[in-house]
């Protein structure tokens, strides 16, 4: 070992070092103990430790799982669970086109209305630009179950156009994002505005709260995907990792959709009476 | 939205697509079974070739475009390589917390290289359905298939408007930014919220107006659009019937071998 590849720790430091690192970071010559600055898997393990700190500045739409990144049983069981939801609201649809030719249209509107928000890069808490799901606003703007529908469209679209999420990986990534969010968001909504909370906070808890569910479900696709020791081991691993981008996402994302409720029910009270939303 | 621009640029964009979809789809299915780095990275080589060599795709902009997954790439396969244990006895390096060791193991790293390269594979060939295929081929196949048609209605129309709102989006955002609107936080936020709320006026407005318009031509509630004829790209067949026999022998061969 050359000499300028080590240097030589004060003892008291080198005692607290002994129980956090692993054996093979340092070694003793004649009695006196060193570390190795240059070893490479130090190099390595500090590396991947400062990427979690680099993370939250990234501009990510991170929700999205990847393309060929689930074993193709799970991408075809979460293909399945979507099914019934997706009938549920494609029946919804259908009683409501027949009624009204108009409303086809609107919905492809309201379709192409949530792709762009779901696109559009929101200023976020740390300083970083990131996507929101869009989800939340949608679900009580157009309702769950319409909701689910748009959802696999858009997310179709995105995983074509935009390479967000993926093919093989569609029918979990509708069931989180499509399925699970707005059922939750539309849900927290309406028990809310039941309760008497106001519009504003039930709308802030409808959005954060579906986004964060969102969140929770494709950490919990993930860790069943790959499990760790247990399944909860690698759930707490997925979801602090994507705690650091998502808690602040959902915060902005509840924030945004409050105050766009606020200027729509000011300006368009006609549509929302339409969209059935007061 | 590059790649709808690139789909329709392609010299692959007027094959069957039936051909293309099918080829894409069981190429993703093989990457994604055998379950090897090997063949990932065939595959990887191979749409890269026909993007690229049949497709006439710019060379650059395709190597850019890969590079959009691996920010979730970095995510997902940080939270496998780590592992949490109380035993360190596999683990080639990690960090003591408390009662728990933090640490890579050997298995770990494996399943995270394996992962990458099957995941990077598949997302390969996703981008040669879509950098190949203009949507509007698709929805003619989705017609055919067992999705209800009012669905596949509301999806093209739905890629229809998607464009005219990106283009209100972009204009209202350029004039926004071009008066300061995104200069901090606070202002970042109101601008955001005037953008969202004026996009869904507008969008609601723009579903009246076409509604009218359809109607005062005879809309009977469905729209009916003629597709477009294909033809057959030979060596575009070829190569890809070679491709698919060549990966599902070298996959049997490895999985047989690992048996």
Same mark, same amino acid.
């Given at each position: 070992m050359r000499k300028s590849q080590v240097y030589k720790f004060p003892k008291s430091f080198m005692t607290v070092l002994e129980g956090h690192f692993?054996?093979?970071t340092y070694f003793t010559y004649k009695g006196e103990k060193f570390m190795l600055l240059a070893n490479k898997k130090t190099k390595l393990f500090i590396t991947a430790l400062s990427l979690i700190a680099v993370i939250p500045t990234l501009n990510v739409s991170a929700m999205h799982i990847m393309e060929?990144?689930?074993?193709i049983t799970h991408s075809i069981i979460w293909g399945i669970i979507c099914i019934p939801f997706l009938i549920l609201g494609g029946i919804s649809i259908q009683k409501q086109t027949a009624k009204d030719s108009k409303t086809k249209i609107l919905l492809a509107l309201a379709g192409a209305f949530v792709f762009i928000l779901s696109s559009l890069k929101i200023p976020s808490v740390t300083g970083s630009c990131s996507h929101p799901t869009g989800t939340g606003l949608g679900a009580i703007l157009f309702g769950p179950s319409i909701m689910s529908v748009l959802g696999i469209i858009v997310l179709l679209f995105q995983s074509l156009l935009?390479?967000?999420?993926?093919i093989t990986t569609l029918g979990a990534n509708t069931f989180s994002m499509a399925i699970a969010g707005p059922f939750v968001s539309f849900g927290i909504y309406k028990l809310s505005r039941k309760l008497k909370i106001p519009f504003s906070v039930s709308v802030f808890l409808g959005a954060a709260i579906g986004d964060l569910v969102t969140y929770v479900v494709t950490s919990f696709q993930l860790a069943l995907a790959f499990p760790d020791t247990n399944i909860f081991v690698s759930l707490a691993k997925f979801m602090g990792i994507f705690a650091a981008t998502q808690l602040p996402i959902a915060i902005a994302e509840g924030i945004l959709s409050v105050m766009i409720m606020g200027v729509l029910e000011k300006n368009c009270k006609n549509e929302l009476q339409q969209l059935k939303v007061i | 939205m590059i790649i709808d621009k690139l789909a329709y640029n392609s010299?692959?964009?007027? !094959?069957a697509p039936t051909e293309k979809v099918i080829f894409a789809i069981t190429s993703m299915i093989i990457c994604i079974i055998s379950n090897s780095i090997l063949v990932s990275f065939i595959t990887i080589l191979a749409m890269l070739f026909i993007i690229?060599?049949?497709? /006439? !795709?710019n060379i650059k902009t395709v190597f850019n475009l890969m590079t959009v997954p691996l920010f979730f790439l970095i995510f997902g396969c940080m939270a496998i390589i780590i592992s949490i244990s !109380?035993? /360190?006895?596999?683990?080639i390096l990690y960090i003591k917390l408390g009662k728990i060791f933090l640490g890579v193991t050997k298995y770990s790293i494996f399943s995270v290289a394996i992962t990458f390269t099957k995941s990077l594979g598949a997302v390969s060939c996703m981008y040669f359905l879509s950098l190949t295929t203009p949507v509007n081929d698709i929805f003619s196949l989705l017609r055919k298939s067992i999705i209800p048609d009012f669905i596949v209605e509301i999806a093209e129309l739905i890629y229809r408007y998607i464009f005219v709102l990106l283009d209100v989006c972009e204009k209202i955002h350029l004039s926004q930014d071009s008066r300061l609107?995104?200069?901090?936080l606070k202002t970042g936020y109101r601008s955001t919220v005037l953008l969202v709320s004026n996009l869904f006026i507008r969008s609601m407005n723009q579903a009246e107006k076409t509604f009218t318009a359809l109607s005062a031509r005879g809309y009977d509630g469905s729209i009916n659009l003629l597709s477009e004829k294909h033809k057959h790209n030979k060596p575009f067949i070829l190569f890809g019937l070679t491709y698919i026999f060549g990966v599902t022998a070298l996959t049997v061969f490895l999985k047989a071998g690992i048996k």
């Open positions: 692993c054996a093979k060929g990144y689930l074993p935009l390479a967000h999420g993926g | 010299r692959l964009s007027k !094959t690229i060599h049949i497709g /006439k !795709t !109380t035993d /360190k006895s596999e683990m609107g995104y200069v901090n």
